[in-house]
Each structure stands twice: as structure tokens, then as C-alpha cells.
């Protein structure tokens, strides 16, 4: 009886330690049991699974003539594959798919897939003609979103904002995908998701420009980092003039030199430029667009249409110009009014958190990836955060951001005050910023001192 207490305790504590490592150290639990047990699972049992799913050809015809010259009947032969190899969230197996396979009949049965294995996703990546990487999910890694590791920032407007359901981290590329739409409800996220962006800028020598028609509450707080902001209608009208004519002037700058002389380097874009007299790149964030263009007169539809004439404008050549757009909402679509929606189209980028309707899960990604539709409304109220990210390829994911507290995306831009950059047209729109006082008292708000409402 005593020894079979003395290996039952130790047994018990070992269950015990395993549990507790497996929900607060998801990742050491990986490694030290998940990995182990799915790589053998996996191989044992890889036959079977991909002839039960239906991922299997028949044998050639000399394998069948050999099988014939033994007695037997030559089994049905799954693609290719290597070993699987471990990732920080699962494991990666590549396969060279047999012919007449497709990638789609792997991503039809990545659900069956995940069952016969015991992984939390099976996610089809295609590679190149004939090959794939089948990517298993050992746990939910969108349960407890960490910040991005420092080496994962890929260059100058290149920003690791969420991480995909697949353990990628989905980076926000301006210069890939030059202007980005944000939905979701109240408490969905979707300010989270603005502040990761924020503070990420906010680190790199970039313009940042702020039009929020809430009287400022929503981006106040940034006020130190901030090049602009507007926070009335009116401002805002007169702030994208001013937009537009800097775009103008940094188009006559590309034309000046790309012909200055024989040796000139001919470019379409700012980009191309020396370093030394290449402007720096501005982003316009607008957040609750809706805001911006309600309009209750005839004398607020024309300003409201001259507005959105000028996004437009801005959304169709400030990528070559060094300009972008971040435009966050609630709601976007033919309802703001005219022209709404071709500068819909423009905004390649698309971030859907949870909505309240399917319409406005619509005005986000039905026009580039219907599927995704349901999957941005099937988005739980208790996990906020998750969006869907699509973009102008179809291609589609789920996502969630770290979170960031609005008192450490504050303090982010605070720090970086002095990365402002000097551009002479926003100076009138600068926002006032109250002096810190010396010695440890608290810092000073900005002005205004307003506080955002919740996200």
C-alpha cells in the first residue's frame, strides 16, 4: 500500500505540474508534450488518414503489376511528405501533392484533418506548383495575444499589428498595401487595434495625422506624436486641403528630379528619391468616418462631398506621394454619401472586427472575400479583439492584437514627441500640448484633456 502511494502522489503532482503549465505556458507545454504526441500520431497514422480523407491516387501501374506478381493488391498512395517540423504553435509538414491533387482538396478536408490528429487547426498553405505546407495548430494562440517580439519589425513602415489564427504575425505593410479599412462595433477592439498601430508609427520617422470629428476625445491622447489633428468637420475640410496641396507639392519635387539632368534616376514615386531630399511619409488616420460626414443641411452635403472628394484624391495618388490612409468606423458605406464608395474601393486593406449586422460585414470584405463574411459576424462578444483581415489578393484571416492600454499608448507617444518631423503646411493644425511640469509630479494631460470613450 505504501509503495503504491509513493509512485501515485509523485504521479498525481506531475498531472498537476502538466495542467498548470499547459494554461499558463502554452508554449513550454508544446514543446515538452504536444509536439511528442502529434509528430507520432502523425506518423503512424498518416496512411490512413489521408486514404480515409480521400487524399490518395491510386498506385502506378508498375507498383500495381509488382503487387499483382506478389499476391497482393497495391494499397492507394498519400503524397509525399517531410518530417514534421516543430514551430513555435504547432508544427509544419510540407507535402508534394500526387497528380491530379489540387491544393483545395487539402483545404476541404483540413477540418477531418485536424480531428483524425488531435491539433487545434490544420491550416493549406501552397508553396509552389505541385507543393504545400500543411500547418498544424497545437492550441488557440488567439486566446493570449503577446506583443511582438523586437525582431519581427521588418523594416520602415512595416508593422506586426495581430497574430494569425495560424501563429503568423499579420504585418501592416504601408508600402505593400498603401490604405486600410477598419470596422467593428463598440467594444469590439477595433481602438486596440488603432493604439498597436499608433504606437508602432509612432517610433518611426513618419507624419502622423489625426482627423476625429468626436471633438478629438479618440485620438487626444496621441496629441504629443500627432503632425495634425482635426476634431471638427469644418478643421477637417480645411486640414485635407492642406493634404492635398502637400501631395501636389511632392509630385512637382518627383517631376524636378527625375529630370534634372542625364544622370538623373527616373522615378514615379517618392520612394525613389535620394534619402537626403525624400519627404518624409505622412499617415491620416480618420477615425469614426461617420462622424465626419453627417451632414443635416445642403450646406454640410457639399462640404461632406467635397471631403470625400479630396480622400479620394488622396487615396488614389498619395502612394506615390508618400501619403496614406487609415479610416476607422462603425459603418461605411453609400449611406456617408457620394463617392463613398469608390473611396471604399481604394482602401485595399480591410480590418473587421465583431459588428452588430451583417450588412456592415459586408461593406468590409464582400467585395474582396465573400467567405470571410461569416466568420467576421460569427466573432464572439467576450473575445474582443478578433478581427478578420482580408486584403485586395481575396486572401483571408483571422486575427487578434495584443492589448494595449490606453495609458501606455500615451506614454509611447509622449517619448517619441521629439520624432515629430517638420512639415511647415500642418503647423497651423498642430495640436497645443501642455508642458510637463519638472521634478516627479505626474505628467500634465494633453490638451484637450478630454478622455477617449471606451473602444
Known amino acids: 500500500m505504501t509503495d503504491a502511494l509513493g509512485l501515485l502522489v509523485p504521479l498525481l503532482l506531475t498531472v498537476a505540474a502538466l495542467a498548470a503549465v499547459r494554461r499558463r505556458l502554452p508554449v513550454l507545454f508544446w514543446w515538452l508534450v504536444g509536439y511528442p504526441v502529434v509528430t507520432l500520431r502523425v506518423l503512424t497514422s498518416y496512411r490512413a488518414t489521408m486514404d480515409a480523407c480521400g487524399l490518395t491516387v491510386p498506385a502506378s501501374a508498375v507498383r500495381r503489376a509488382t503487387a499483382r506478381m506478389m499476391g497482393r493488391q497495391a494499397p492507394p498512395v498519400p503524397p509525399r511528405r517531410s518530417l514534421p517540423r516543430p514551430t513555435g504553435s504547432g508544427l509544419v509538414m510540407r507535402l508534394r501533392m500526387a497528380a491530379g491533387q489540387a491544393p483545395e482538396d487539402f483545404t476541404a478536408s483540413a477540418d477531418r484533418l485536424r480531428h483524425a490528429w488531435g491539433a487545434h487547426a490544420v491550416h493549406v498553405h501552397p508553396t509552389k506548383p505541385g507543393r504545400l505546407e500543411l500547418r498544424l495548430v497545437g492550441w488557440d494562440v488567439l486566446a493570449d495575444v503577446r506583443p511582438a517580439r523586437r525582431w519581427l519589425q521588418t523594416g520602415p513602415l512595416s508593422l506586426p499589428l495581430a497574430l494569425r489564427e495560424d501563429?503568423?504575425?499579420?504585418?501592416?505593410?504601408?508600402?505593400?498595401?498603401?490604405?486600410?479599412?477598419?470596422?467593428?462595433?463598440?467594444?469590439?477592439?477595433?481602438?486596440?487595434?488603432?493604439?498597436?498601430?499608433?504606437?508602432?508609427?509612432?517610433?518611426?520617422?513618419?507624419?502622423?495625422?489625426g482627423i476625429d470629428c468626436k471633438w478629438g476625445v479618440e485620438l487626444a491622447p496621441f496629441a504629443p506624436r500627432l503632425s495634425a489633428l482635426a476634431d471638427t468637420p469644418?478643421?477637417?475640410?480645411?486640414?485635407?486641403?492642406?493634404?492635398?496641396?502637400?501631395?501636389?507639392?511632392?509630385?512637382?519635387?518627383?517631376?524636378?528630379?527625375?529630370?534634372?539632368?542625364?544622370?538623373?534616376?527616373?522615378?514615379?514615386?517618392?520612394?525613389?528619391?535620394?534619402?537626403?531630399?525624400?519627404?518624409?511619409?505622412?499617415?491620416?488616420?480618420?477615425?469614426?468616418?461617420?462622424?465626419?460626414?453627417?451632414?443635416?443641411?445642403?450646406?454640410?452635403?457639399?462640404?461632406?462631398?467635397?471631403?470625400?472628394?479630396?480622400?479620394?484624391?488622396?487615396?488614389?495618388?498619395?502612394?506615390?506621394?508618400?501619403?496614406?490612409?487609415?479610416?476607422?468606423?462603425?459603418?461605411?458605406?453609400?449611406?456617408?454619401?457620394?463617392?463613398?464608395?469608390?473611396?471604399?474601393?481604394?482602401?485595399?486593406?480591410?480590418?473587421?472586427?465583431?459588428?452588430?449586422?451583417?450588412?456592415?460585414?459586408?461593406?468590409?470584405?464582400?467585395?474582396?472575400?465573400?467567405?470571410?463574411?461569416?466568420?467576421?459576424?460569427?466573432?464572439?462578444?467576450?473575445?474582443?479583439?478578433?478581427?478578420?483581415?482580408?486584403?485586395?489578393?481575396?486572401?483571408?484571416?483571422?486575427?487578434?492584437?495584443?492589448?494595449?492600454?490606453?495609458?501606455?499608448?500615451?506614454?509611447?507617444?509622449?517619448?517619441?514627441?521629439?520624432?515629430?518631423?517638420?512639415?511647415?503646411?500642418?503647423?497651423?493644425?498642430?495640436?497645443?500640448?501642455?508642458?510637463?511640469?519638472?521634478?516627479?509630479?505626474?505628467?500634465?494631460?494633453?490638451?484637450?484633456?478630454?478622455?477617449?470613450?471606451?473602444?
Not at 505593410?173 to 508609427?201: M, W
Not at 480645411?238 to 509630385?251: G, H, I, K, Q, Y
Not at 462631398?305 to 502612394?319: E, F, W
Open 167 to 209: 501563429g503568423h504575425w499579420h504585418v501592416r505593410d504601408f508600402r505593400t498595401v498603401p490604405h486600410e479599412l477598419i470596422l467593428g462595433a463598440t467594444q469590439s477592439g477595433k481602438s486596440v487595434y488603432l493604439r498597436n498601430l499608433l504606437c508602432g508609427l509612432a517610433r518611426q520617422p513618419v507624419a502622423l495625422v
Open 234 to 455: 469644418d478643421r477637417a475640410n480645411d486640414l485635407l486641403d492642406v493634404l492635398v496641396e502637400e501631395m501636389e507639392a511632392r509630385f512637382r519635387l518627383i517631376g524636378v528630379r527625375s529630370g534634372a539632368g542625364p544622370d538623373a534616376v527616373l522615378t514615379s514615386d517618392v520612394w525613389g528619391l535620394p534619402e537626403k531630399v525624400r519627404p518624409v511619409p505622412v499617415v491620416i488616420v480618420v477615425d469614426e468616418v461617420a462622424e465626419l460626414f453627417l451632414a443635416a443641411s445642403k450646406d454640410e452635403e457639399k462640404r461632406r462631398d467635397a471631403m470625400v472628394t479630396k480622400l479620394i484624391r488622396l487615396a488614389q495618388l498619395g502612394r506615390a506621394a508618400g501619403i496614406y490612409l487609415e479610416v476607422c468606423g462603425q459603418r461605411f458605406g453609400a449611406e456617408l454619401g457620394k463617392g463613398a464608395t469608390m473611396l471604399r474601393a481604394q482602401l485595399t486593406g480591410r480590418v473587421c472586427h465583431r459588428v452588430n449586422d451583417e450588412t456592415s460585414a459586408n461593406m468590409a470584405l464582400g467585395d474582396i472575400a465573400p467567405e470571410a463574411v461569416l466568420a467576421a459576424t460569427s466573432i464572439p462578444a467576450e473575445r474582443p479583439g478578433v478581427a478578420v483581415v482580408g486584403d485586395s489578393s481575396g486572401g483571408w484571416s483571422r486575427v487578434r492584437s495584443p492589448h494595449l492600454t490606453l495609458d501606455d499608448a500615451a506614454a509611447v507617444c509622449r517619448d517619441t514627441s521629439g520624432l515629430v518631423p517638420a512639415l511647415s503646411r500642418l503647423d497651423p493644425f498642430r495640436p497645443a500640448v501642455a508642458a510637463e511640469p519638472a521634478g516627479p509630479s505626474p505628467a500634465v494631460p494633453v490638451a484637450p484633456t478630454a478622455r477617449p470613450v471606451p473602444e
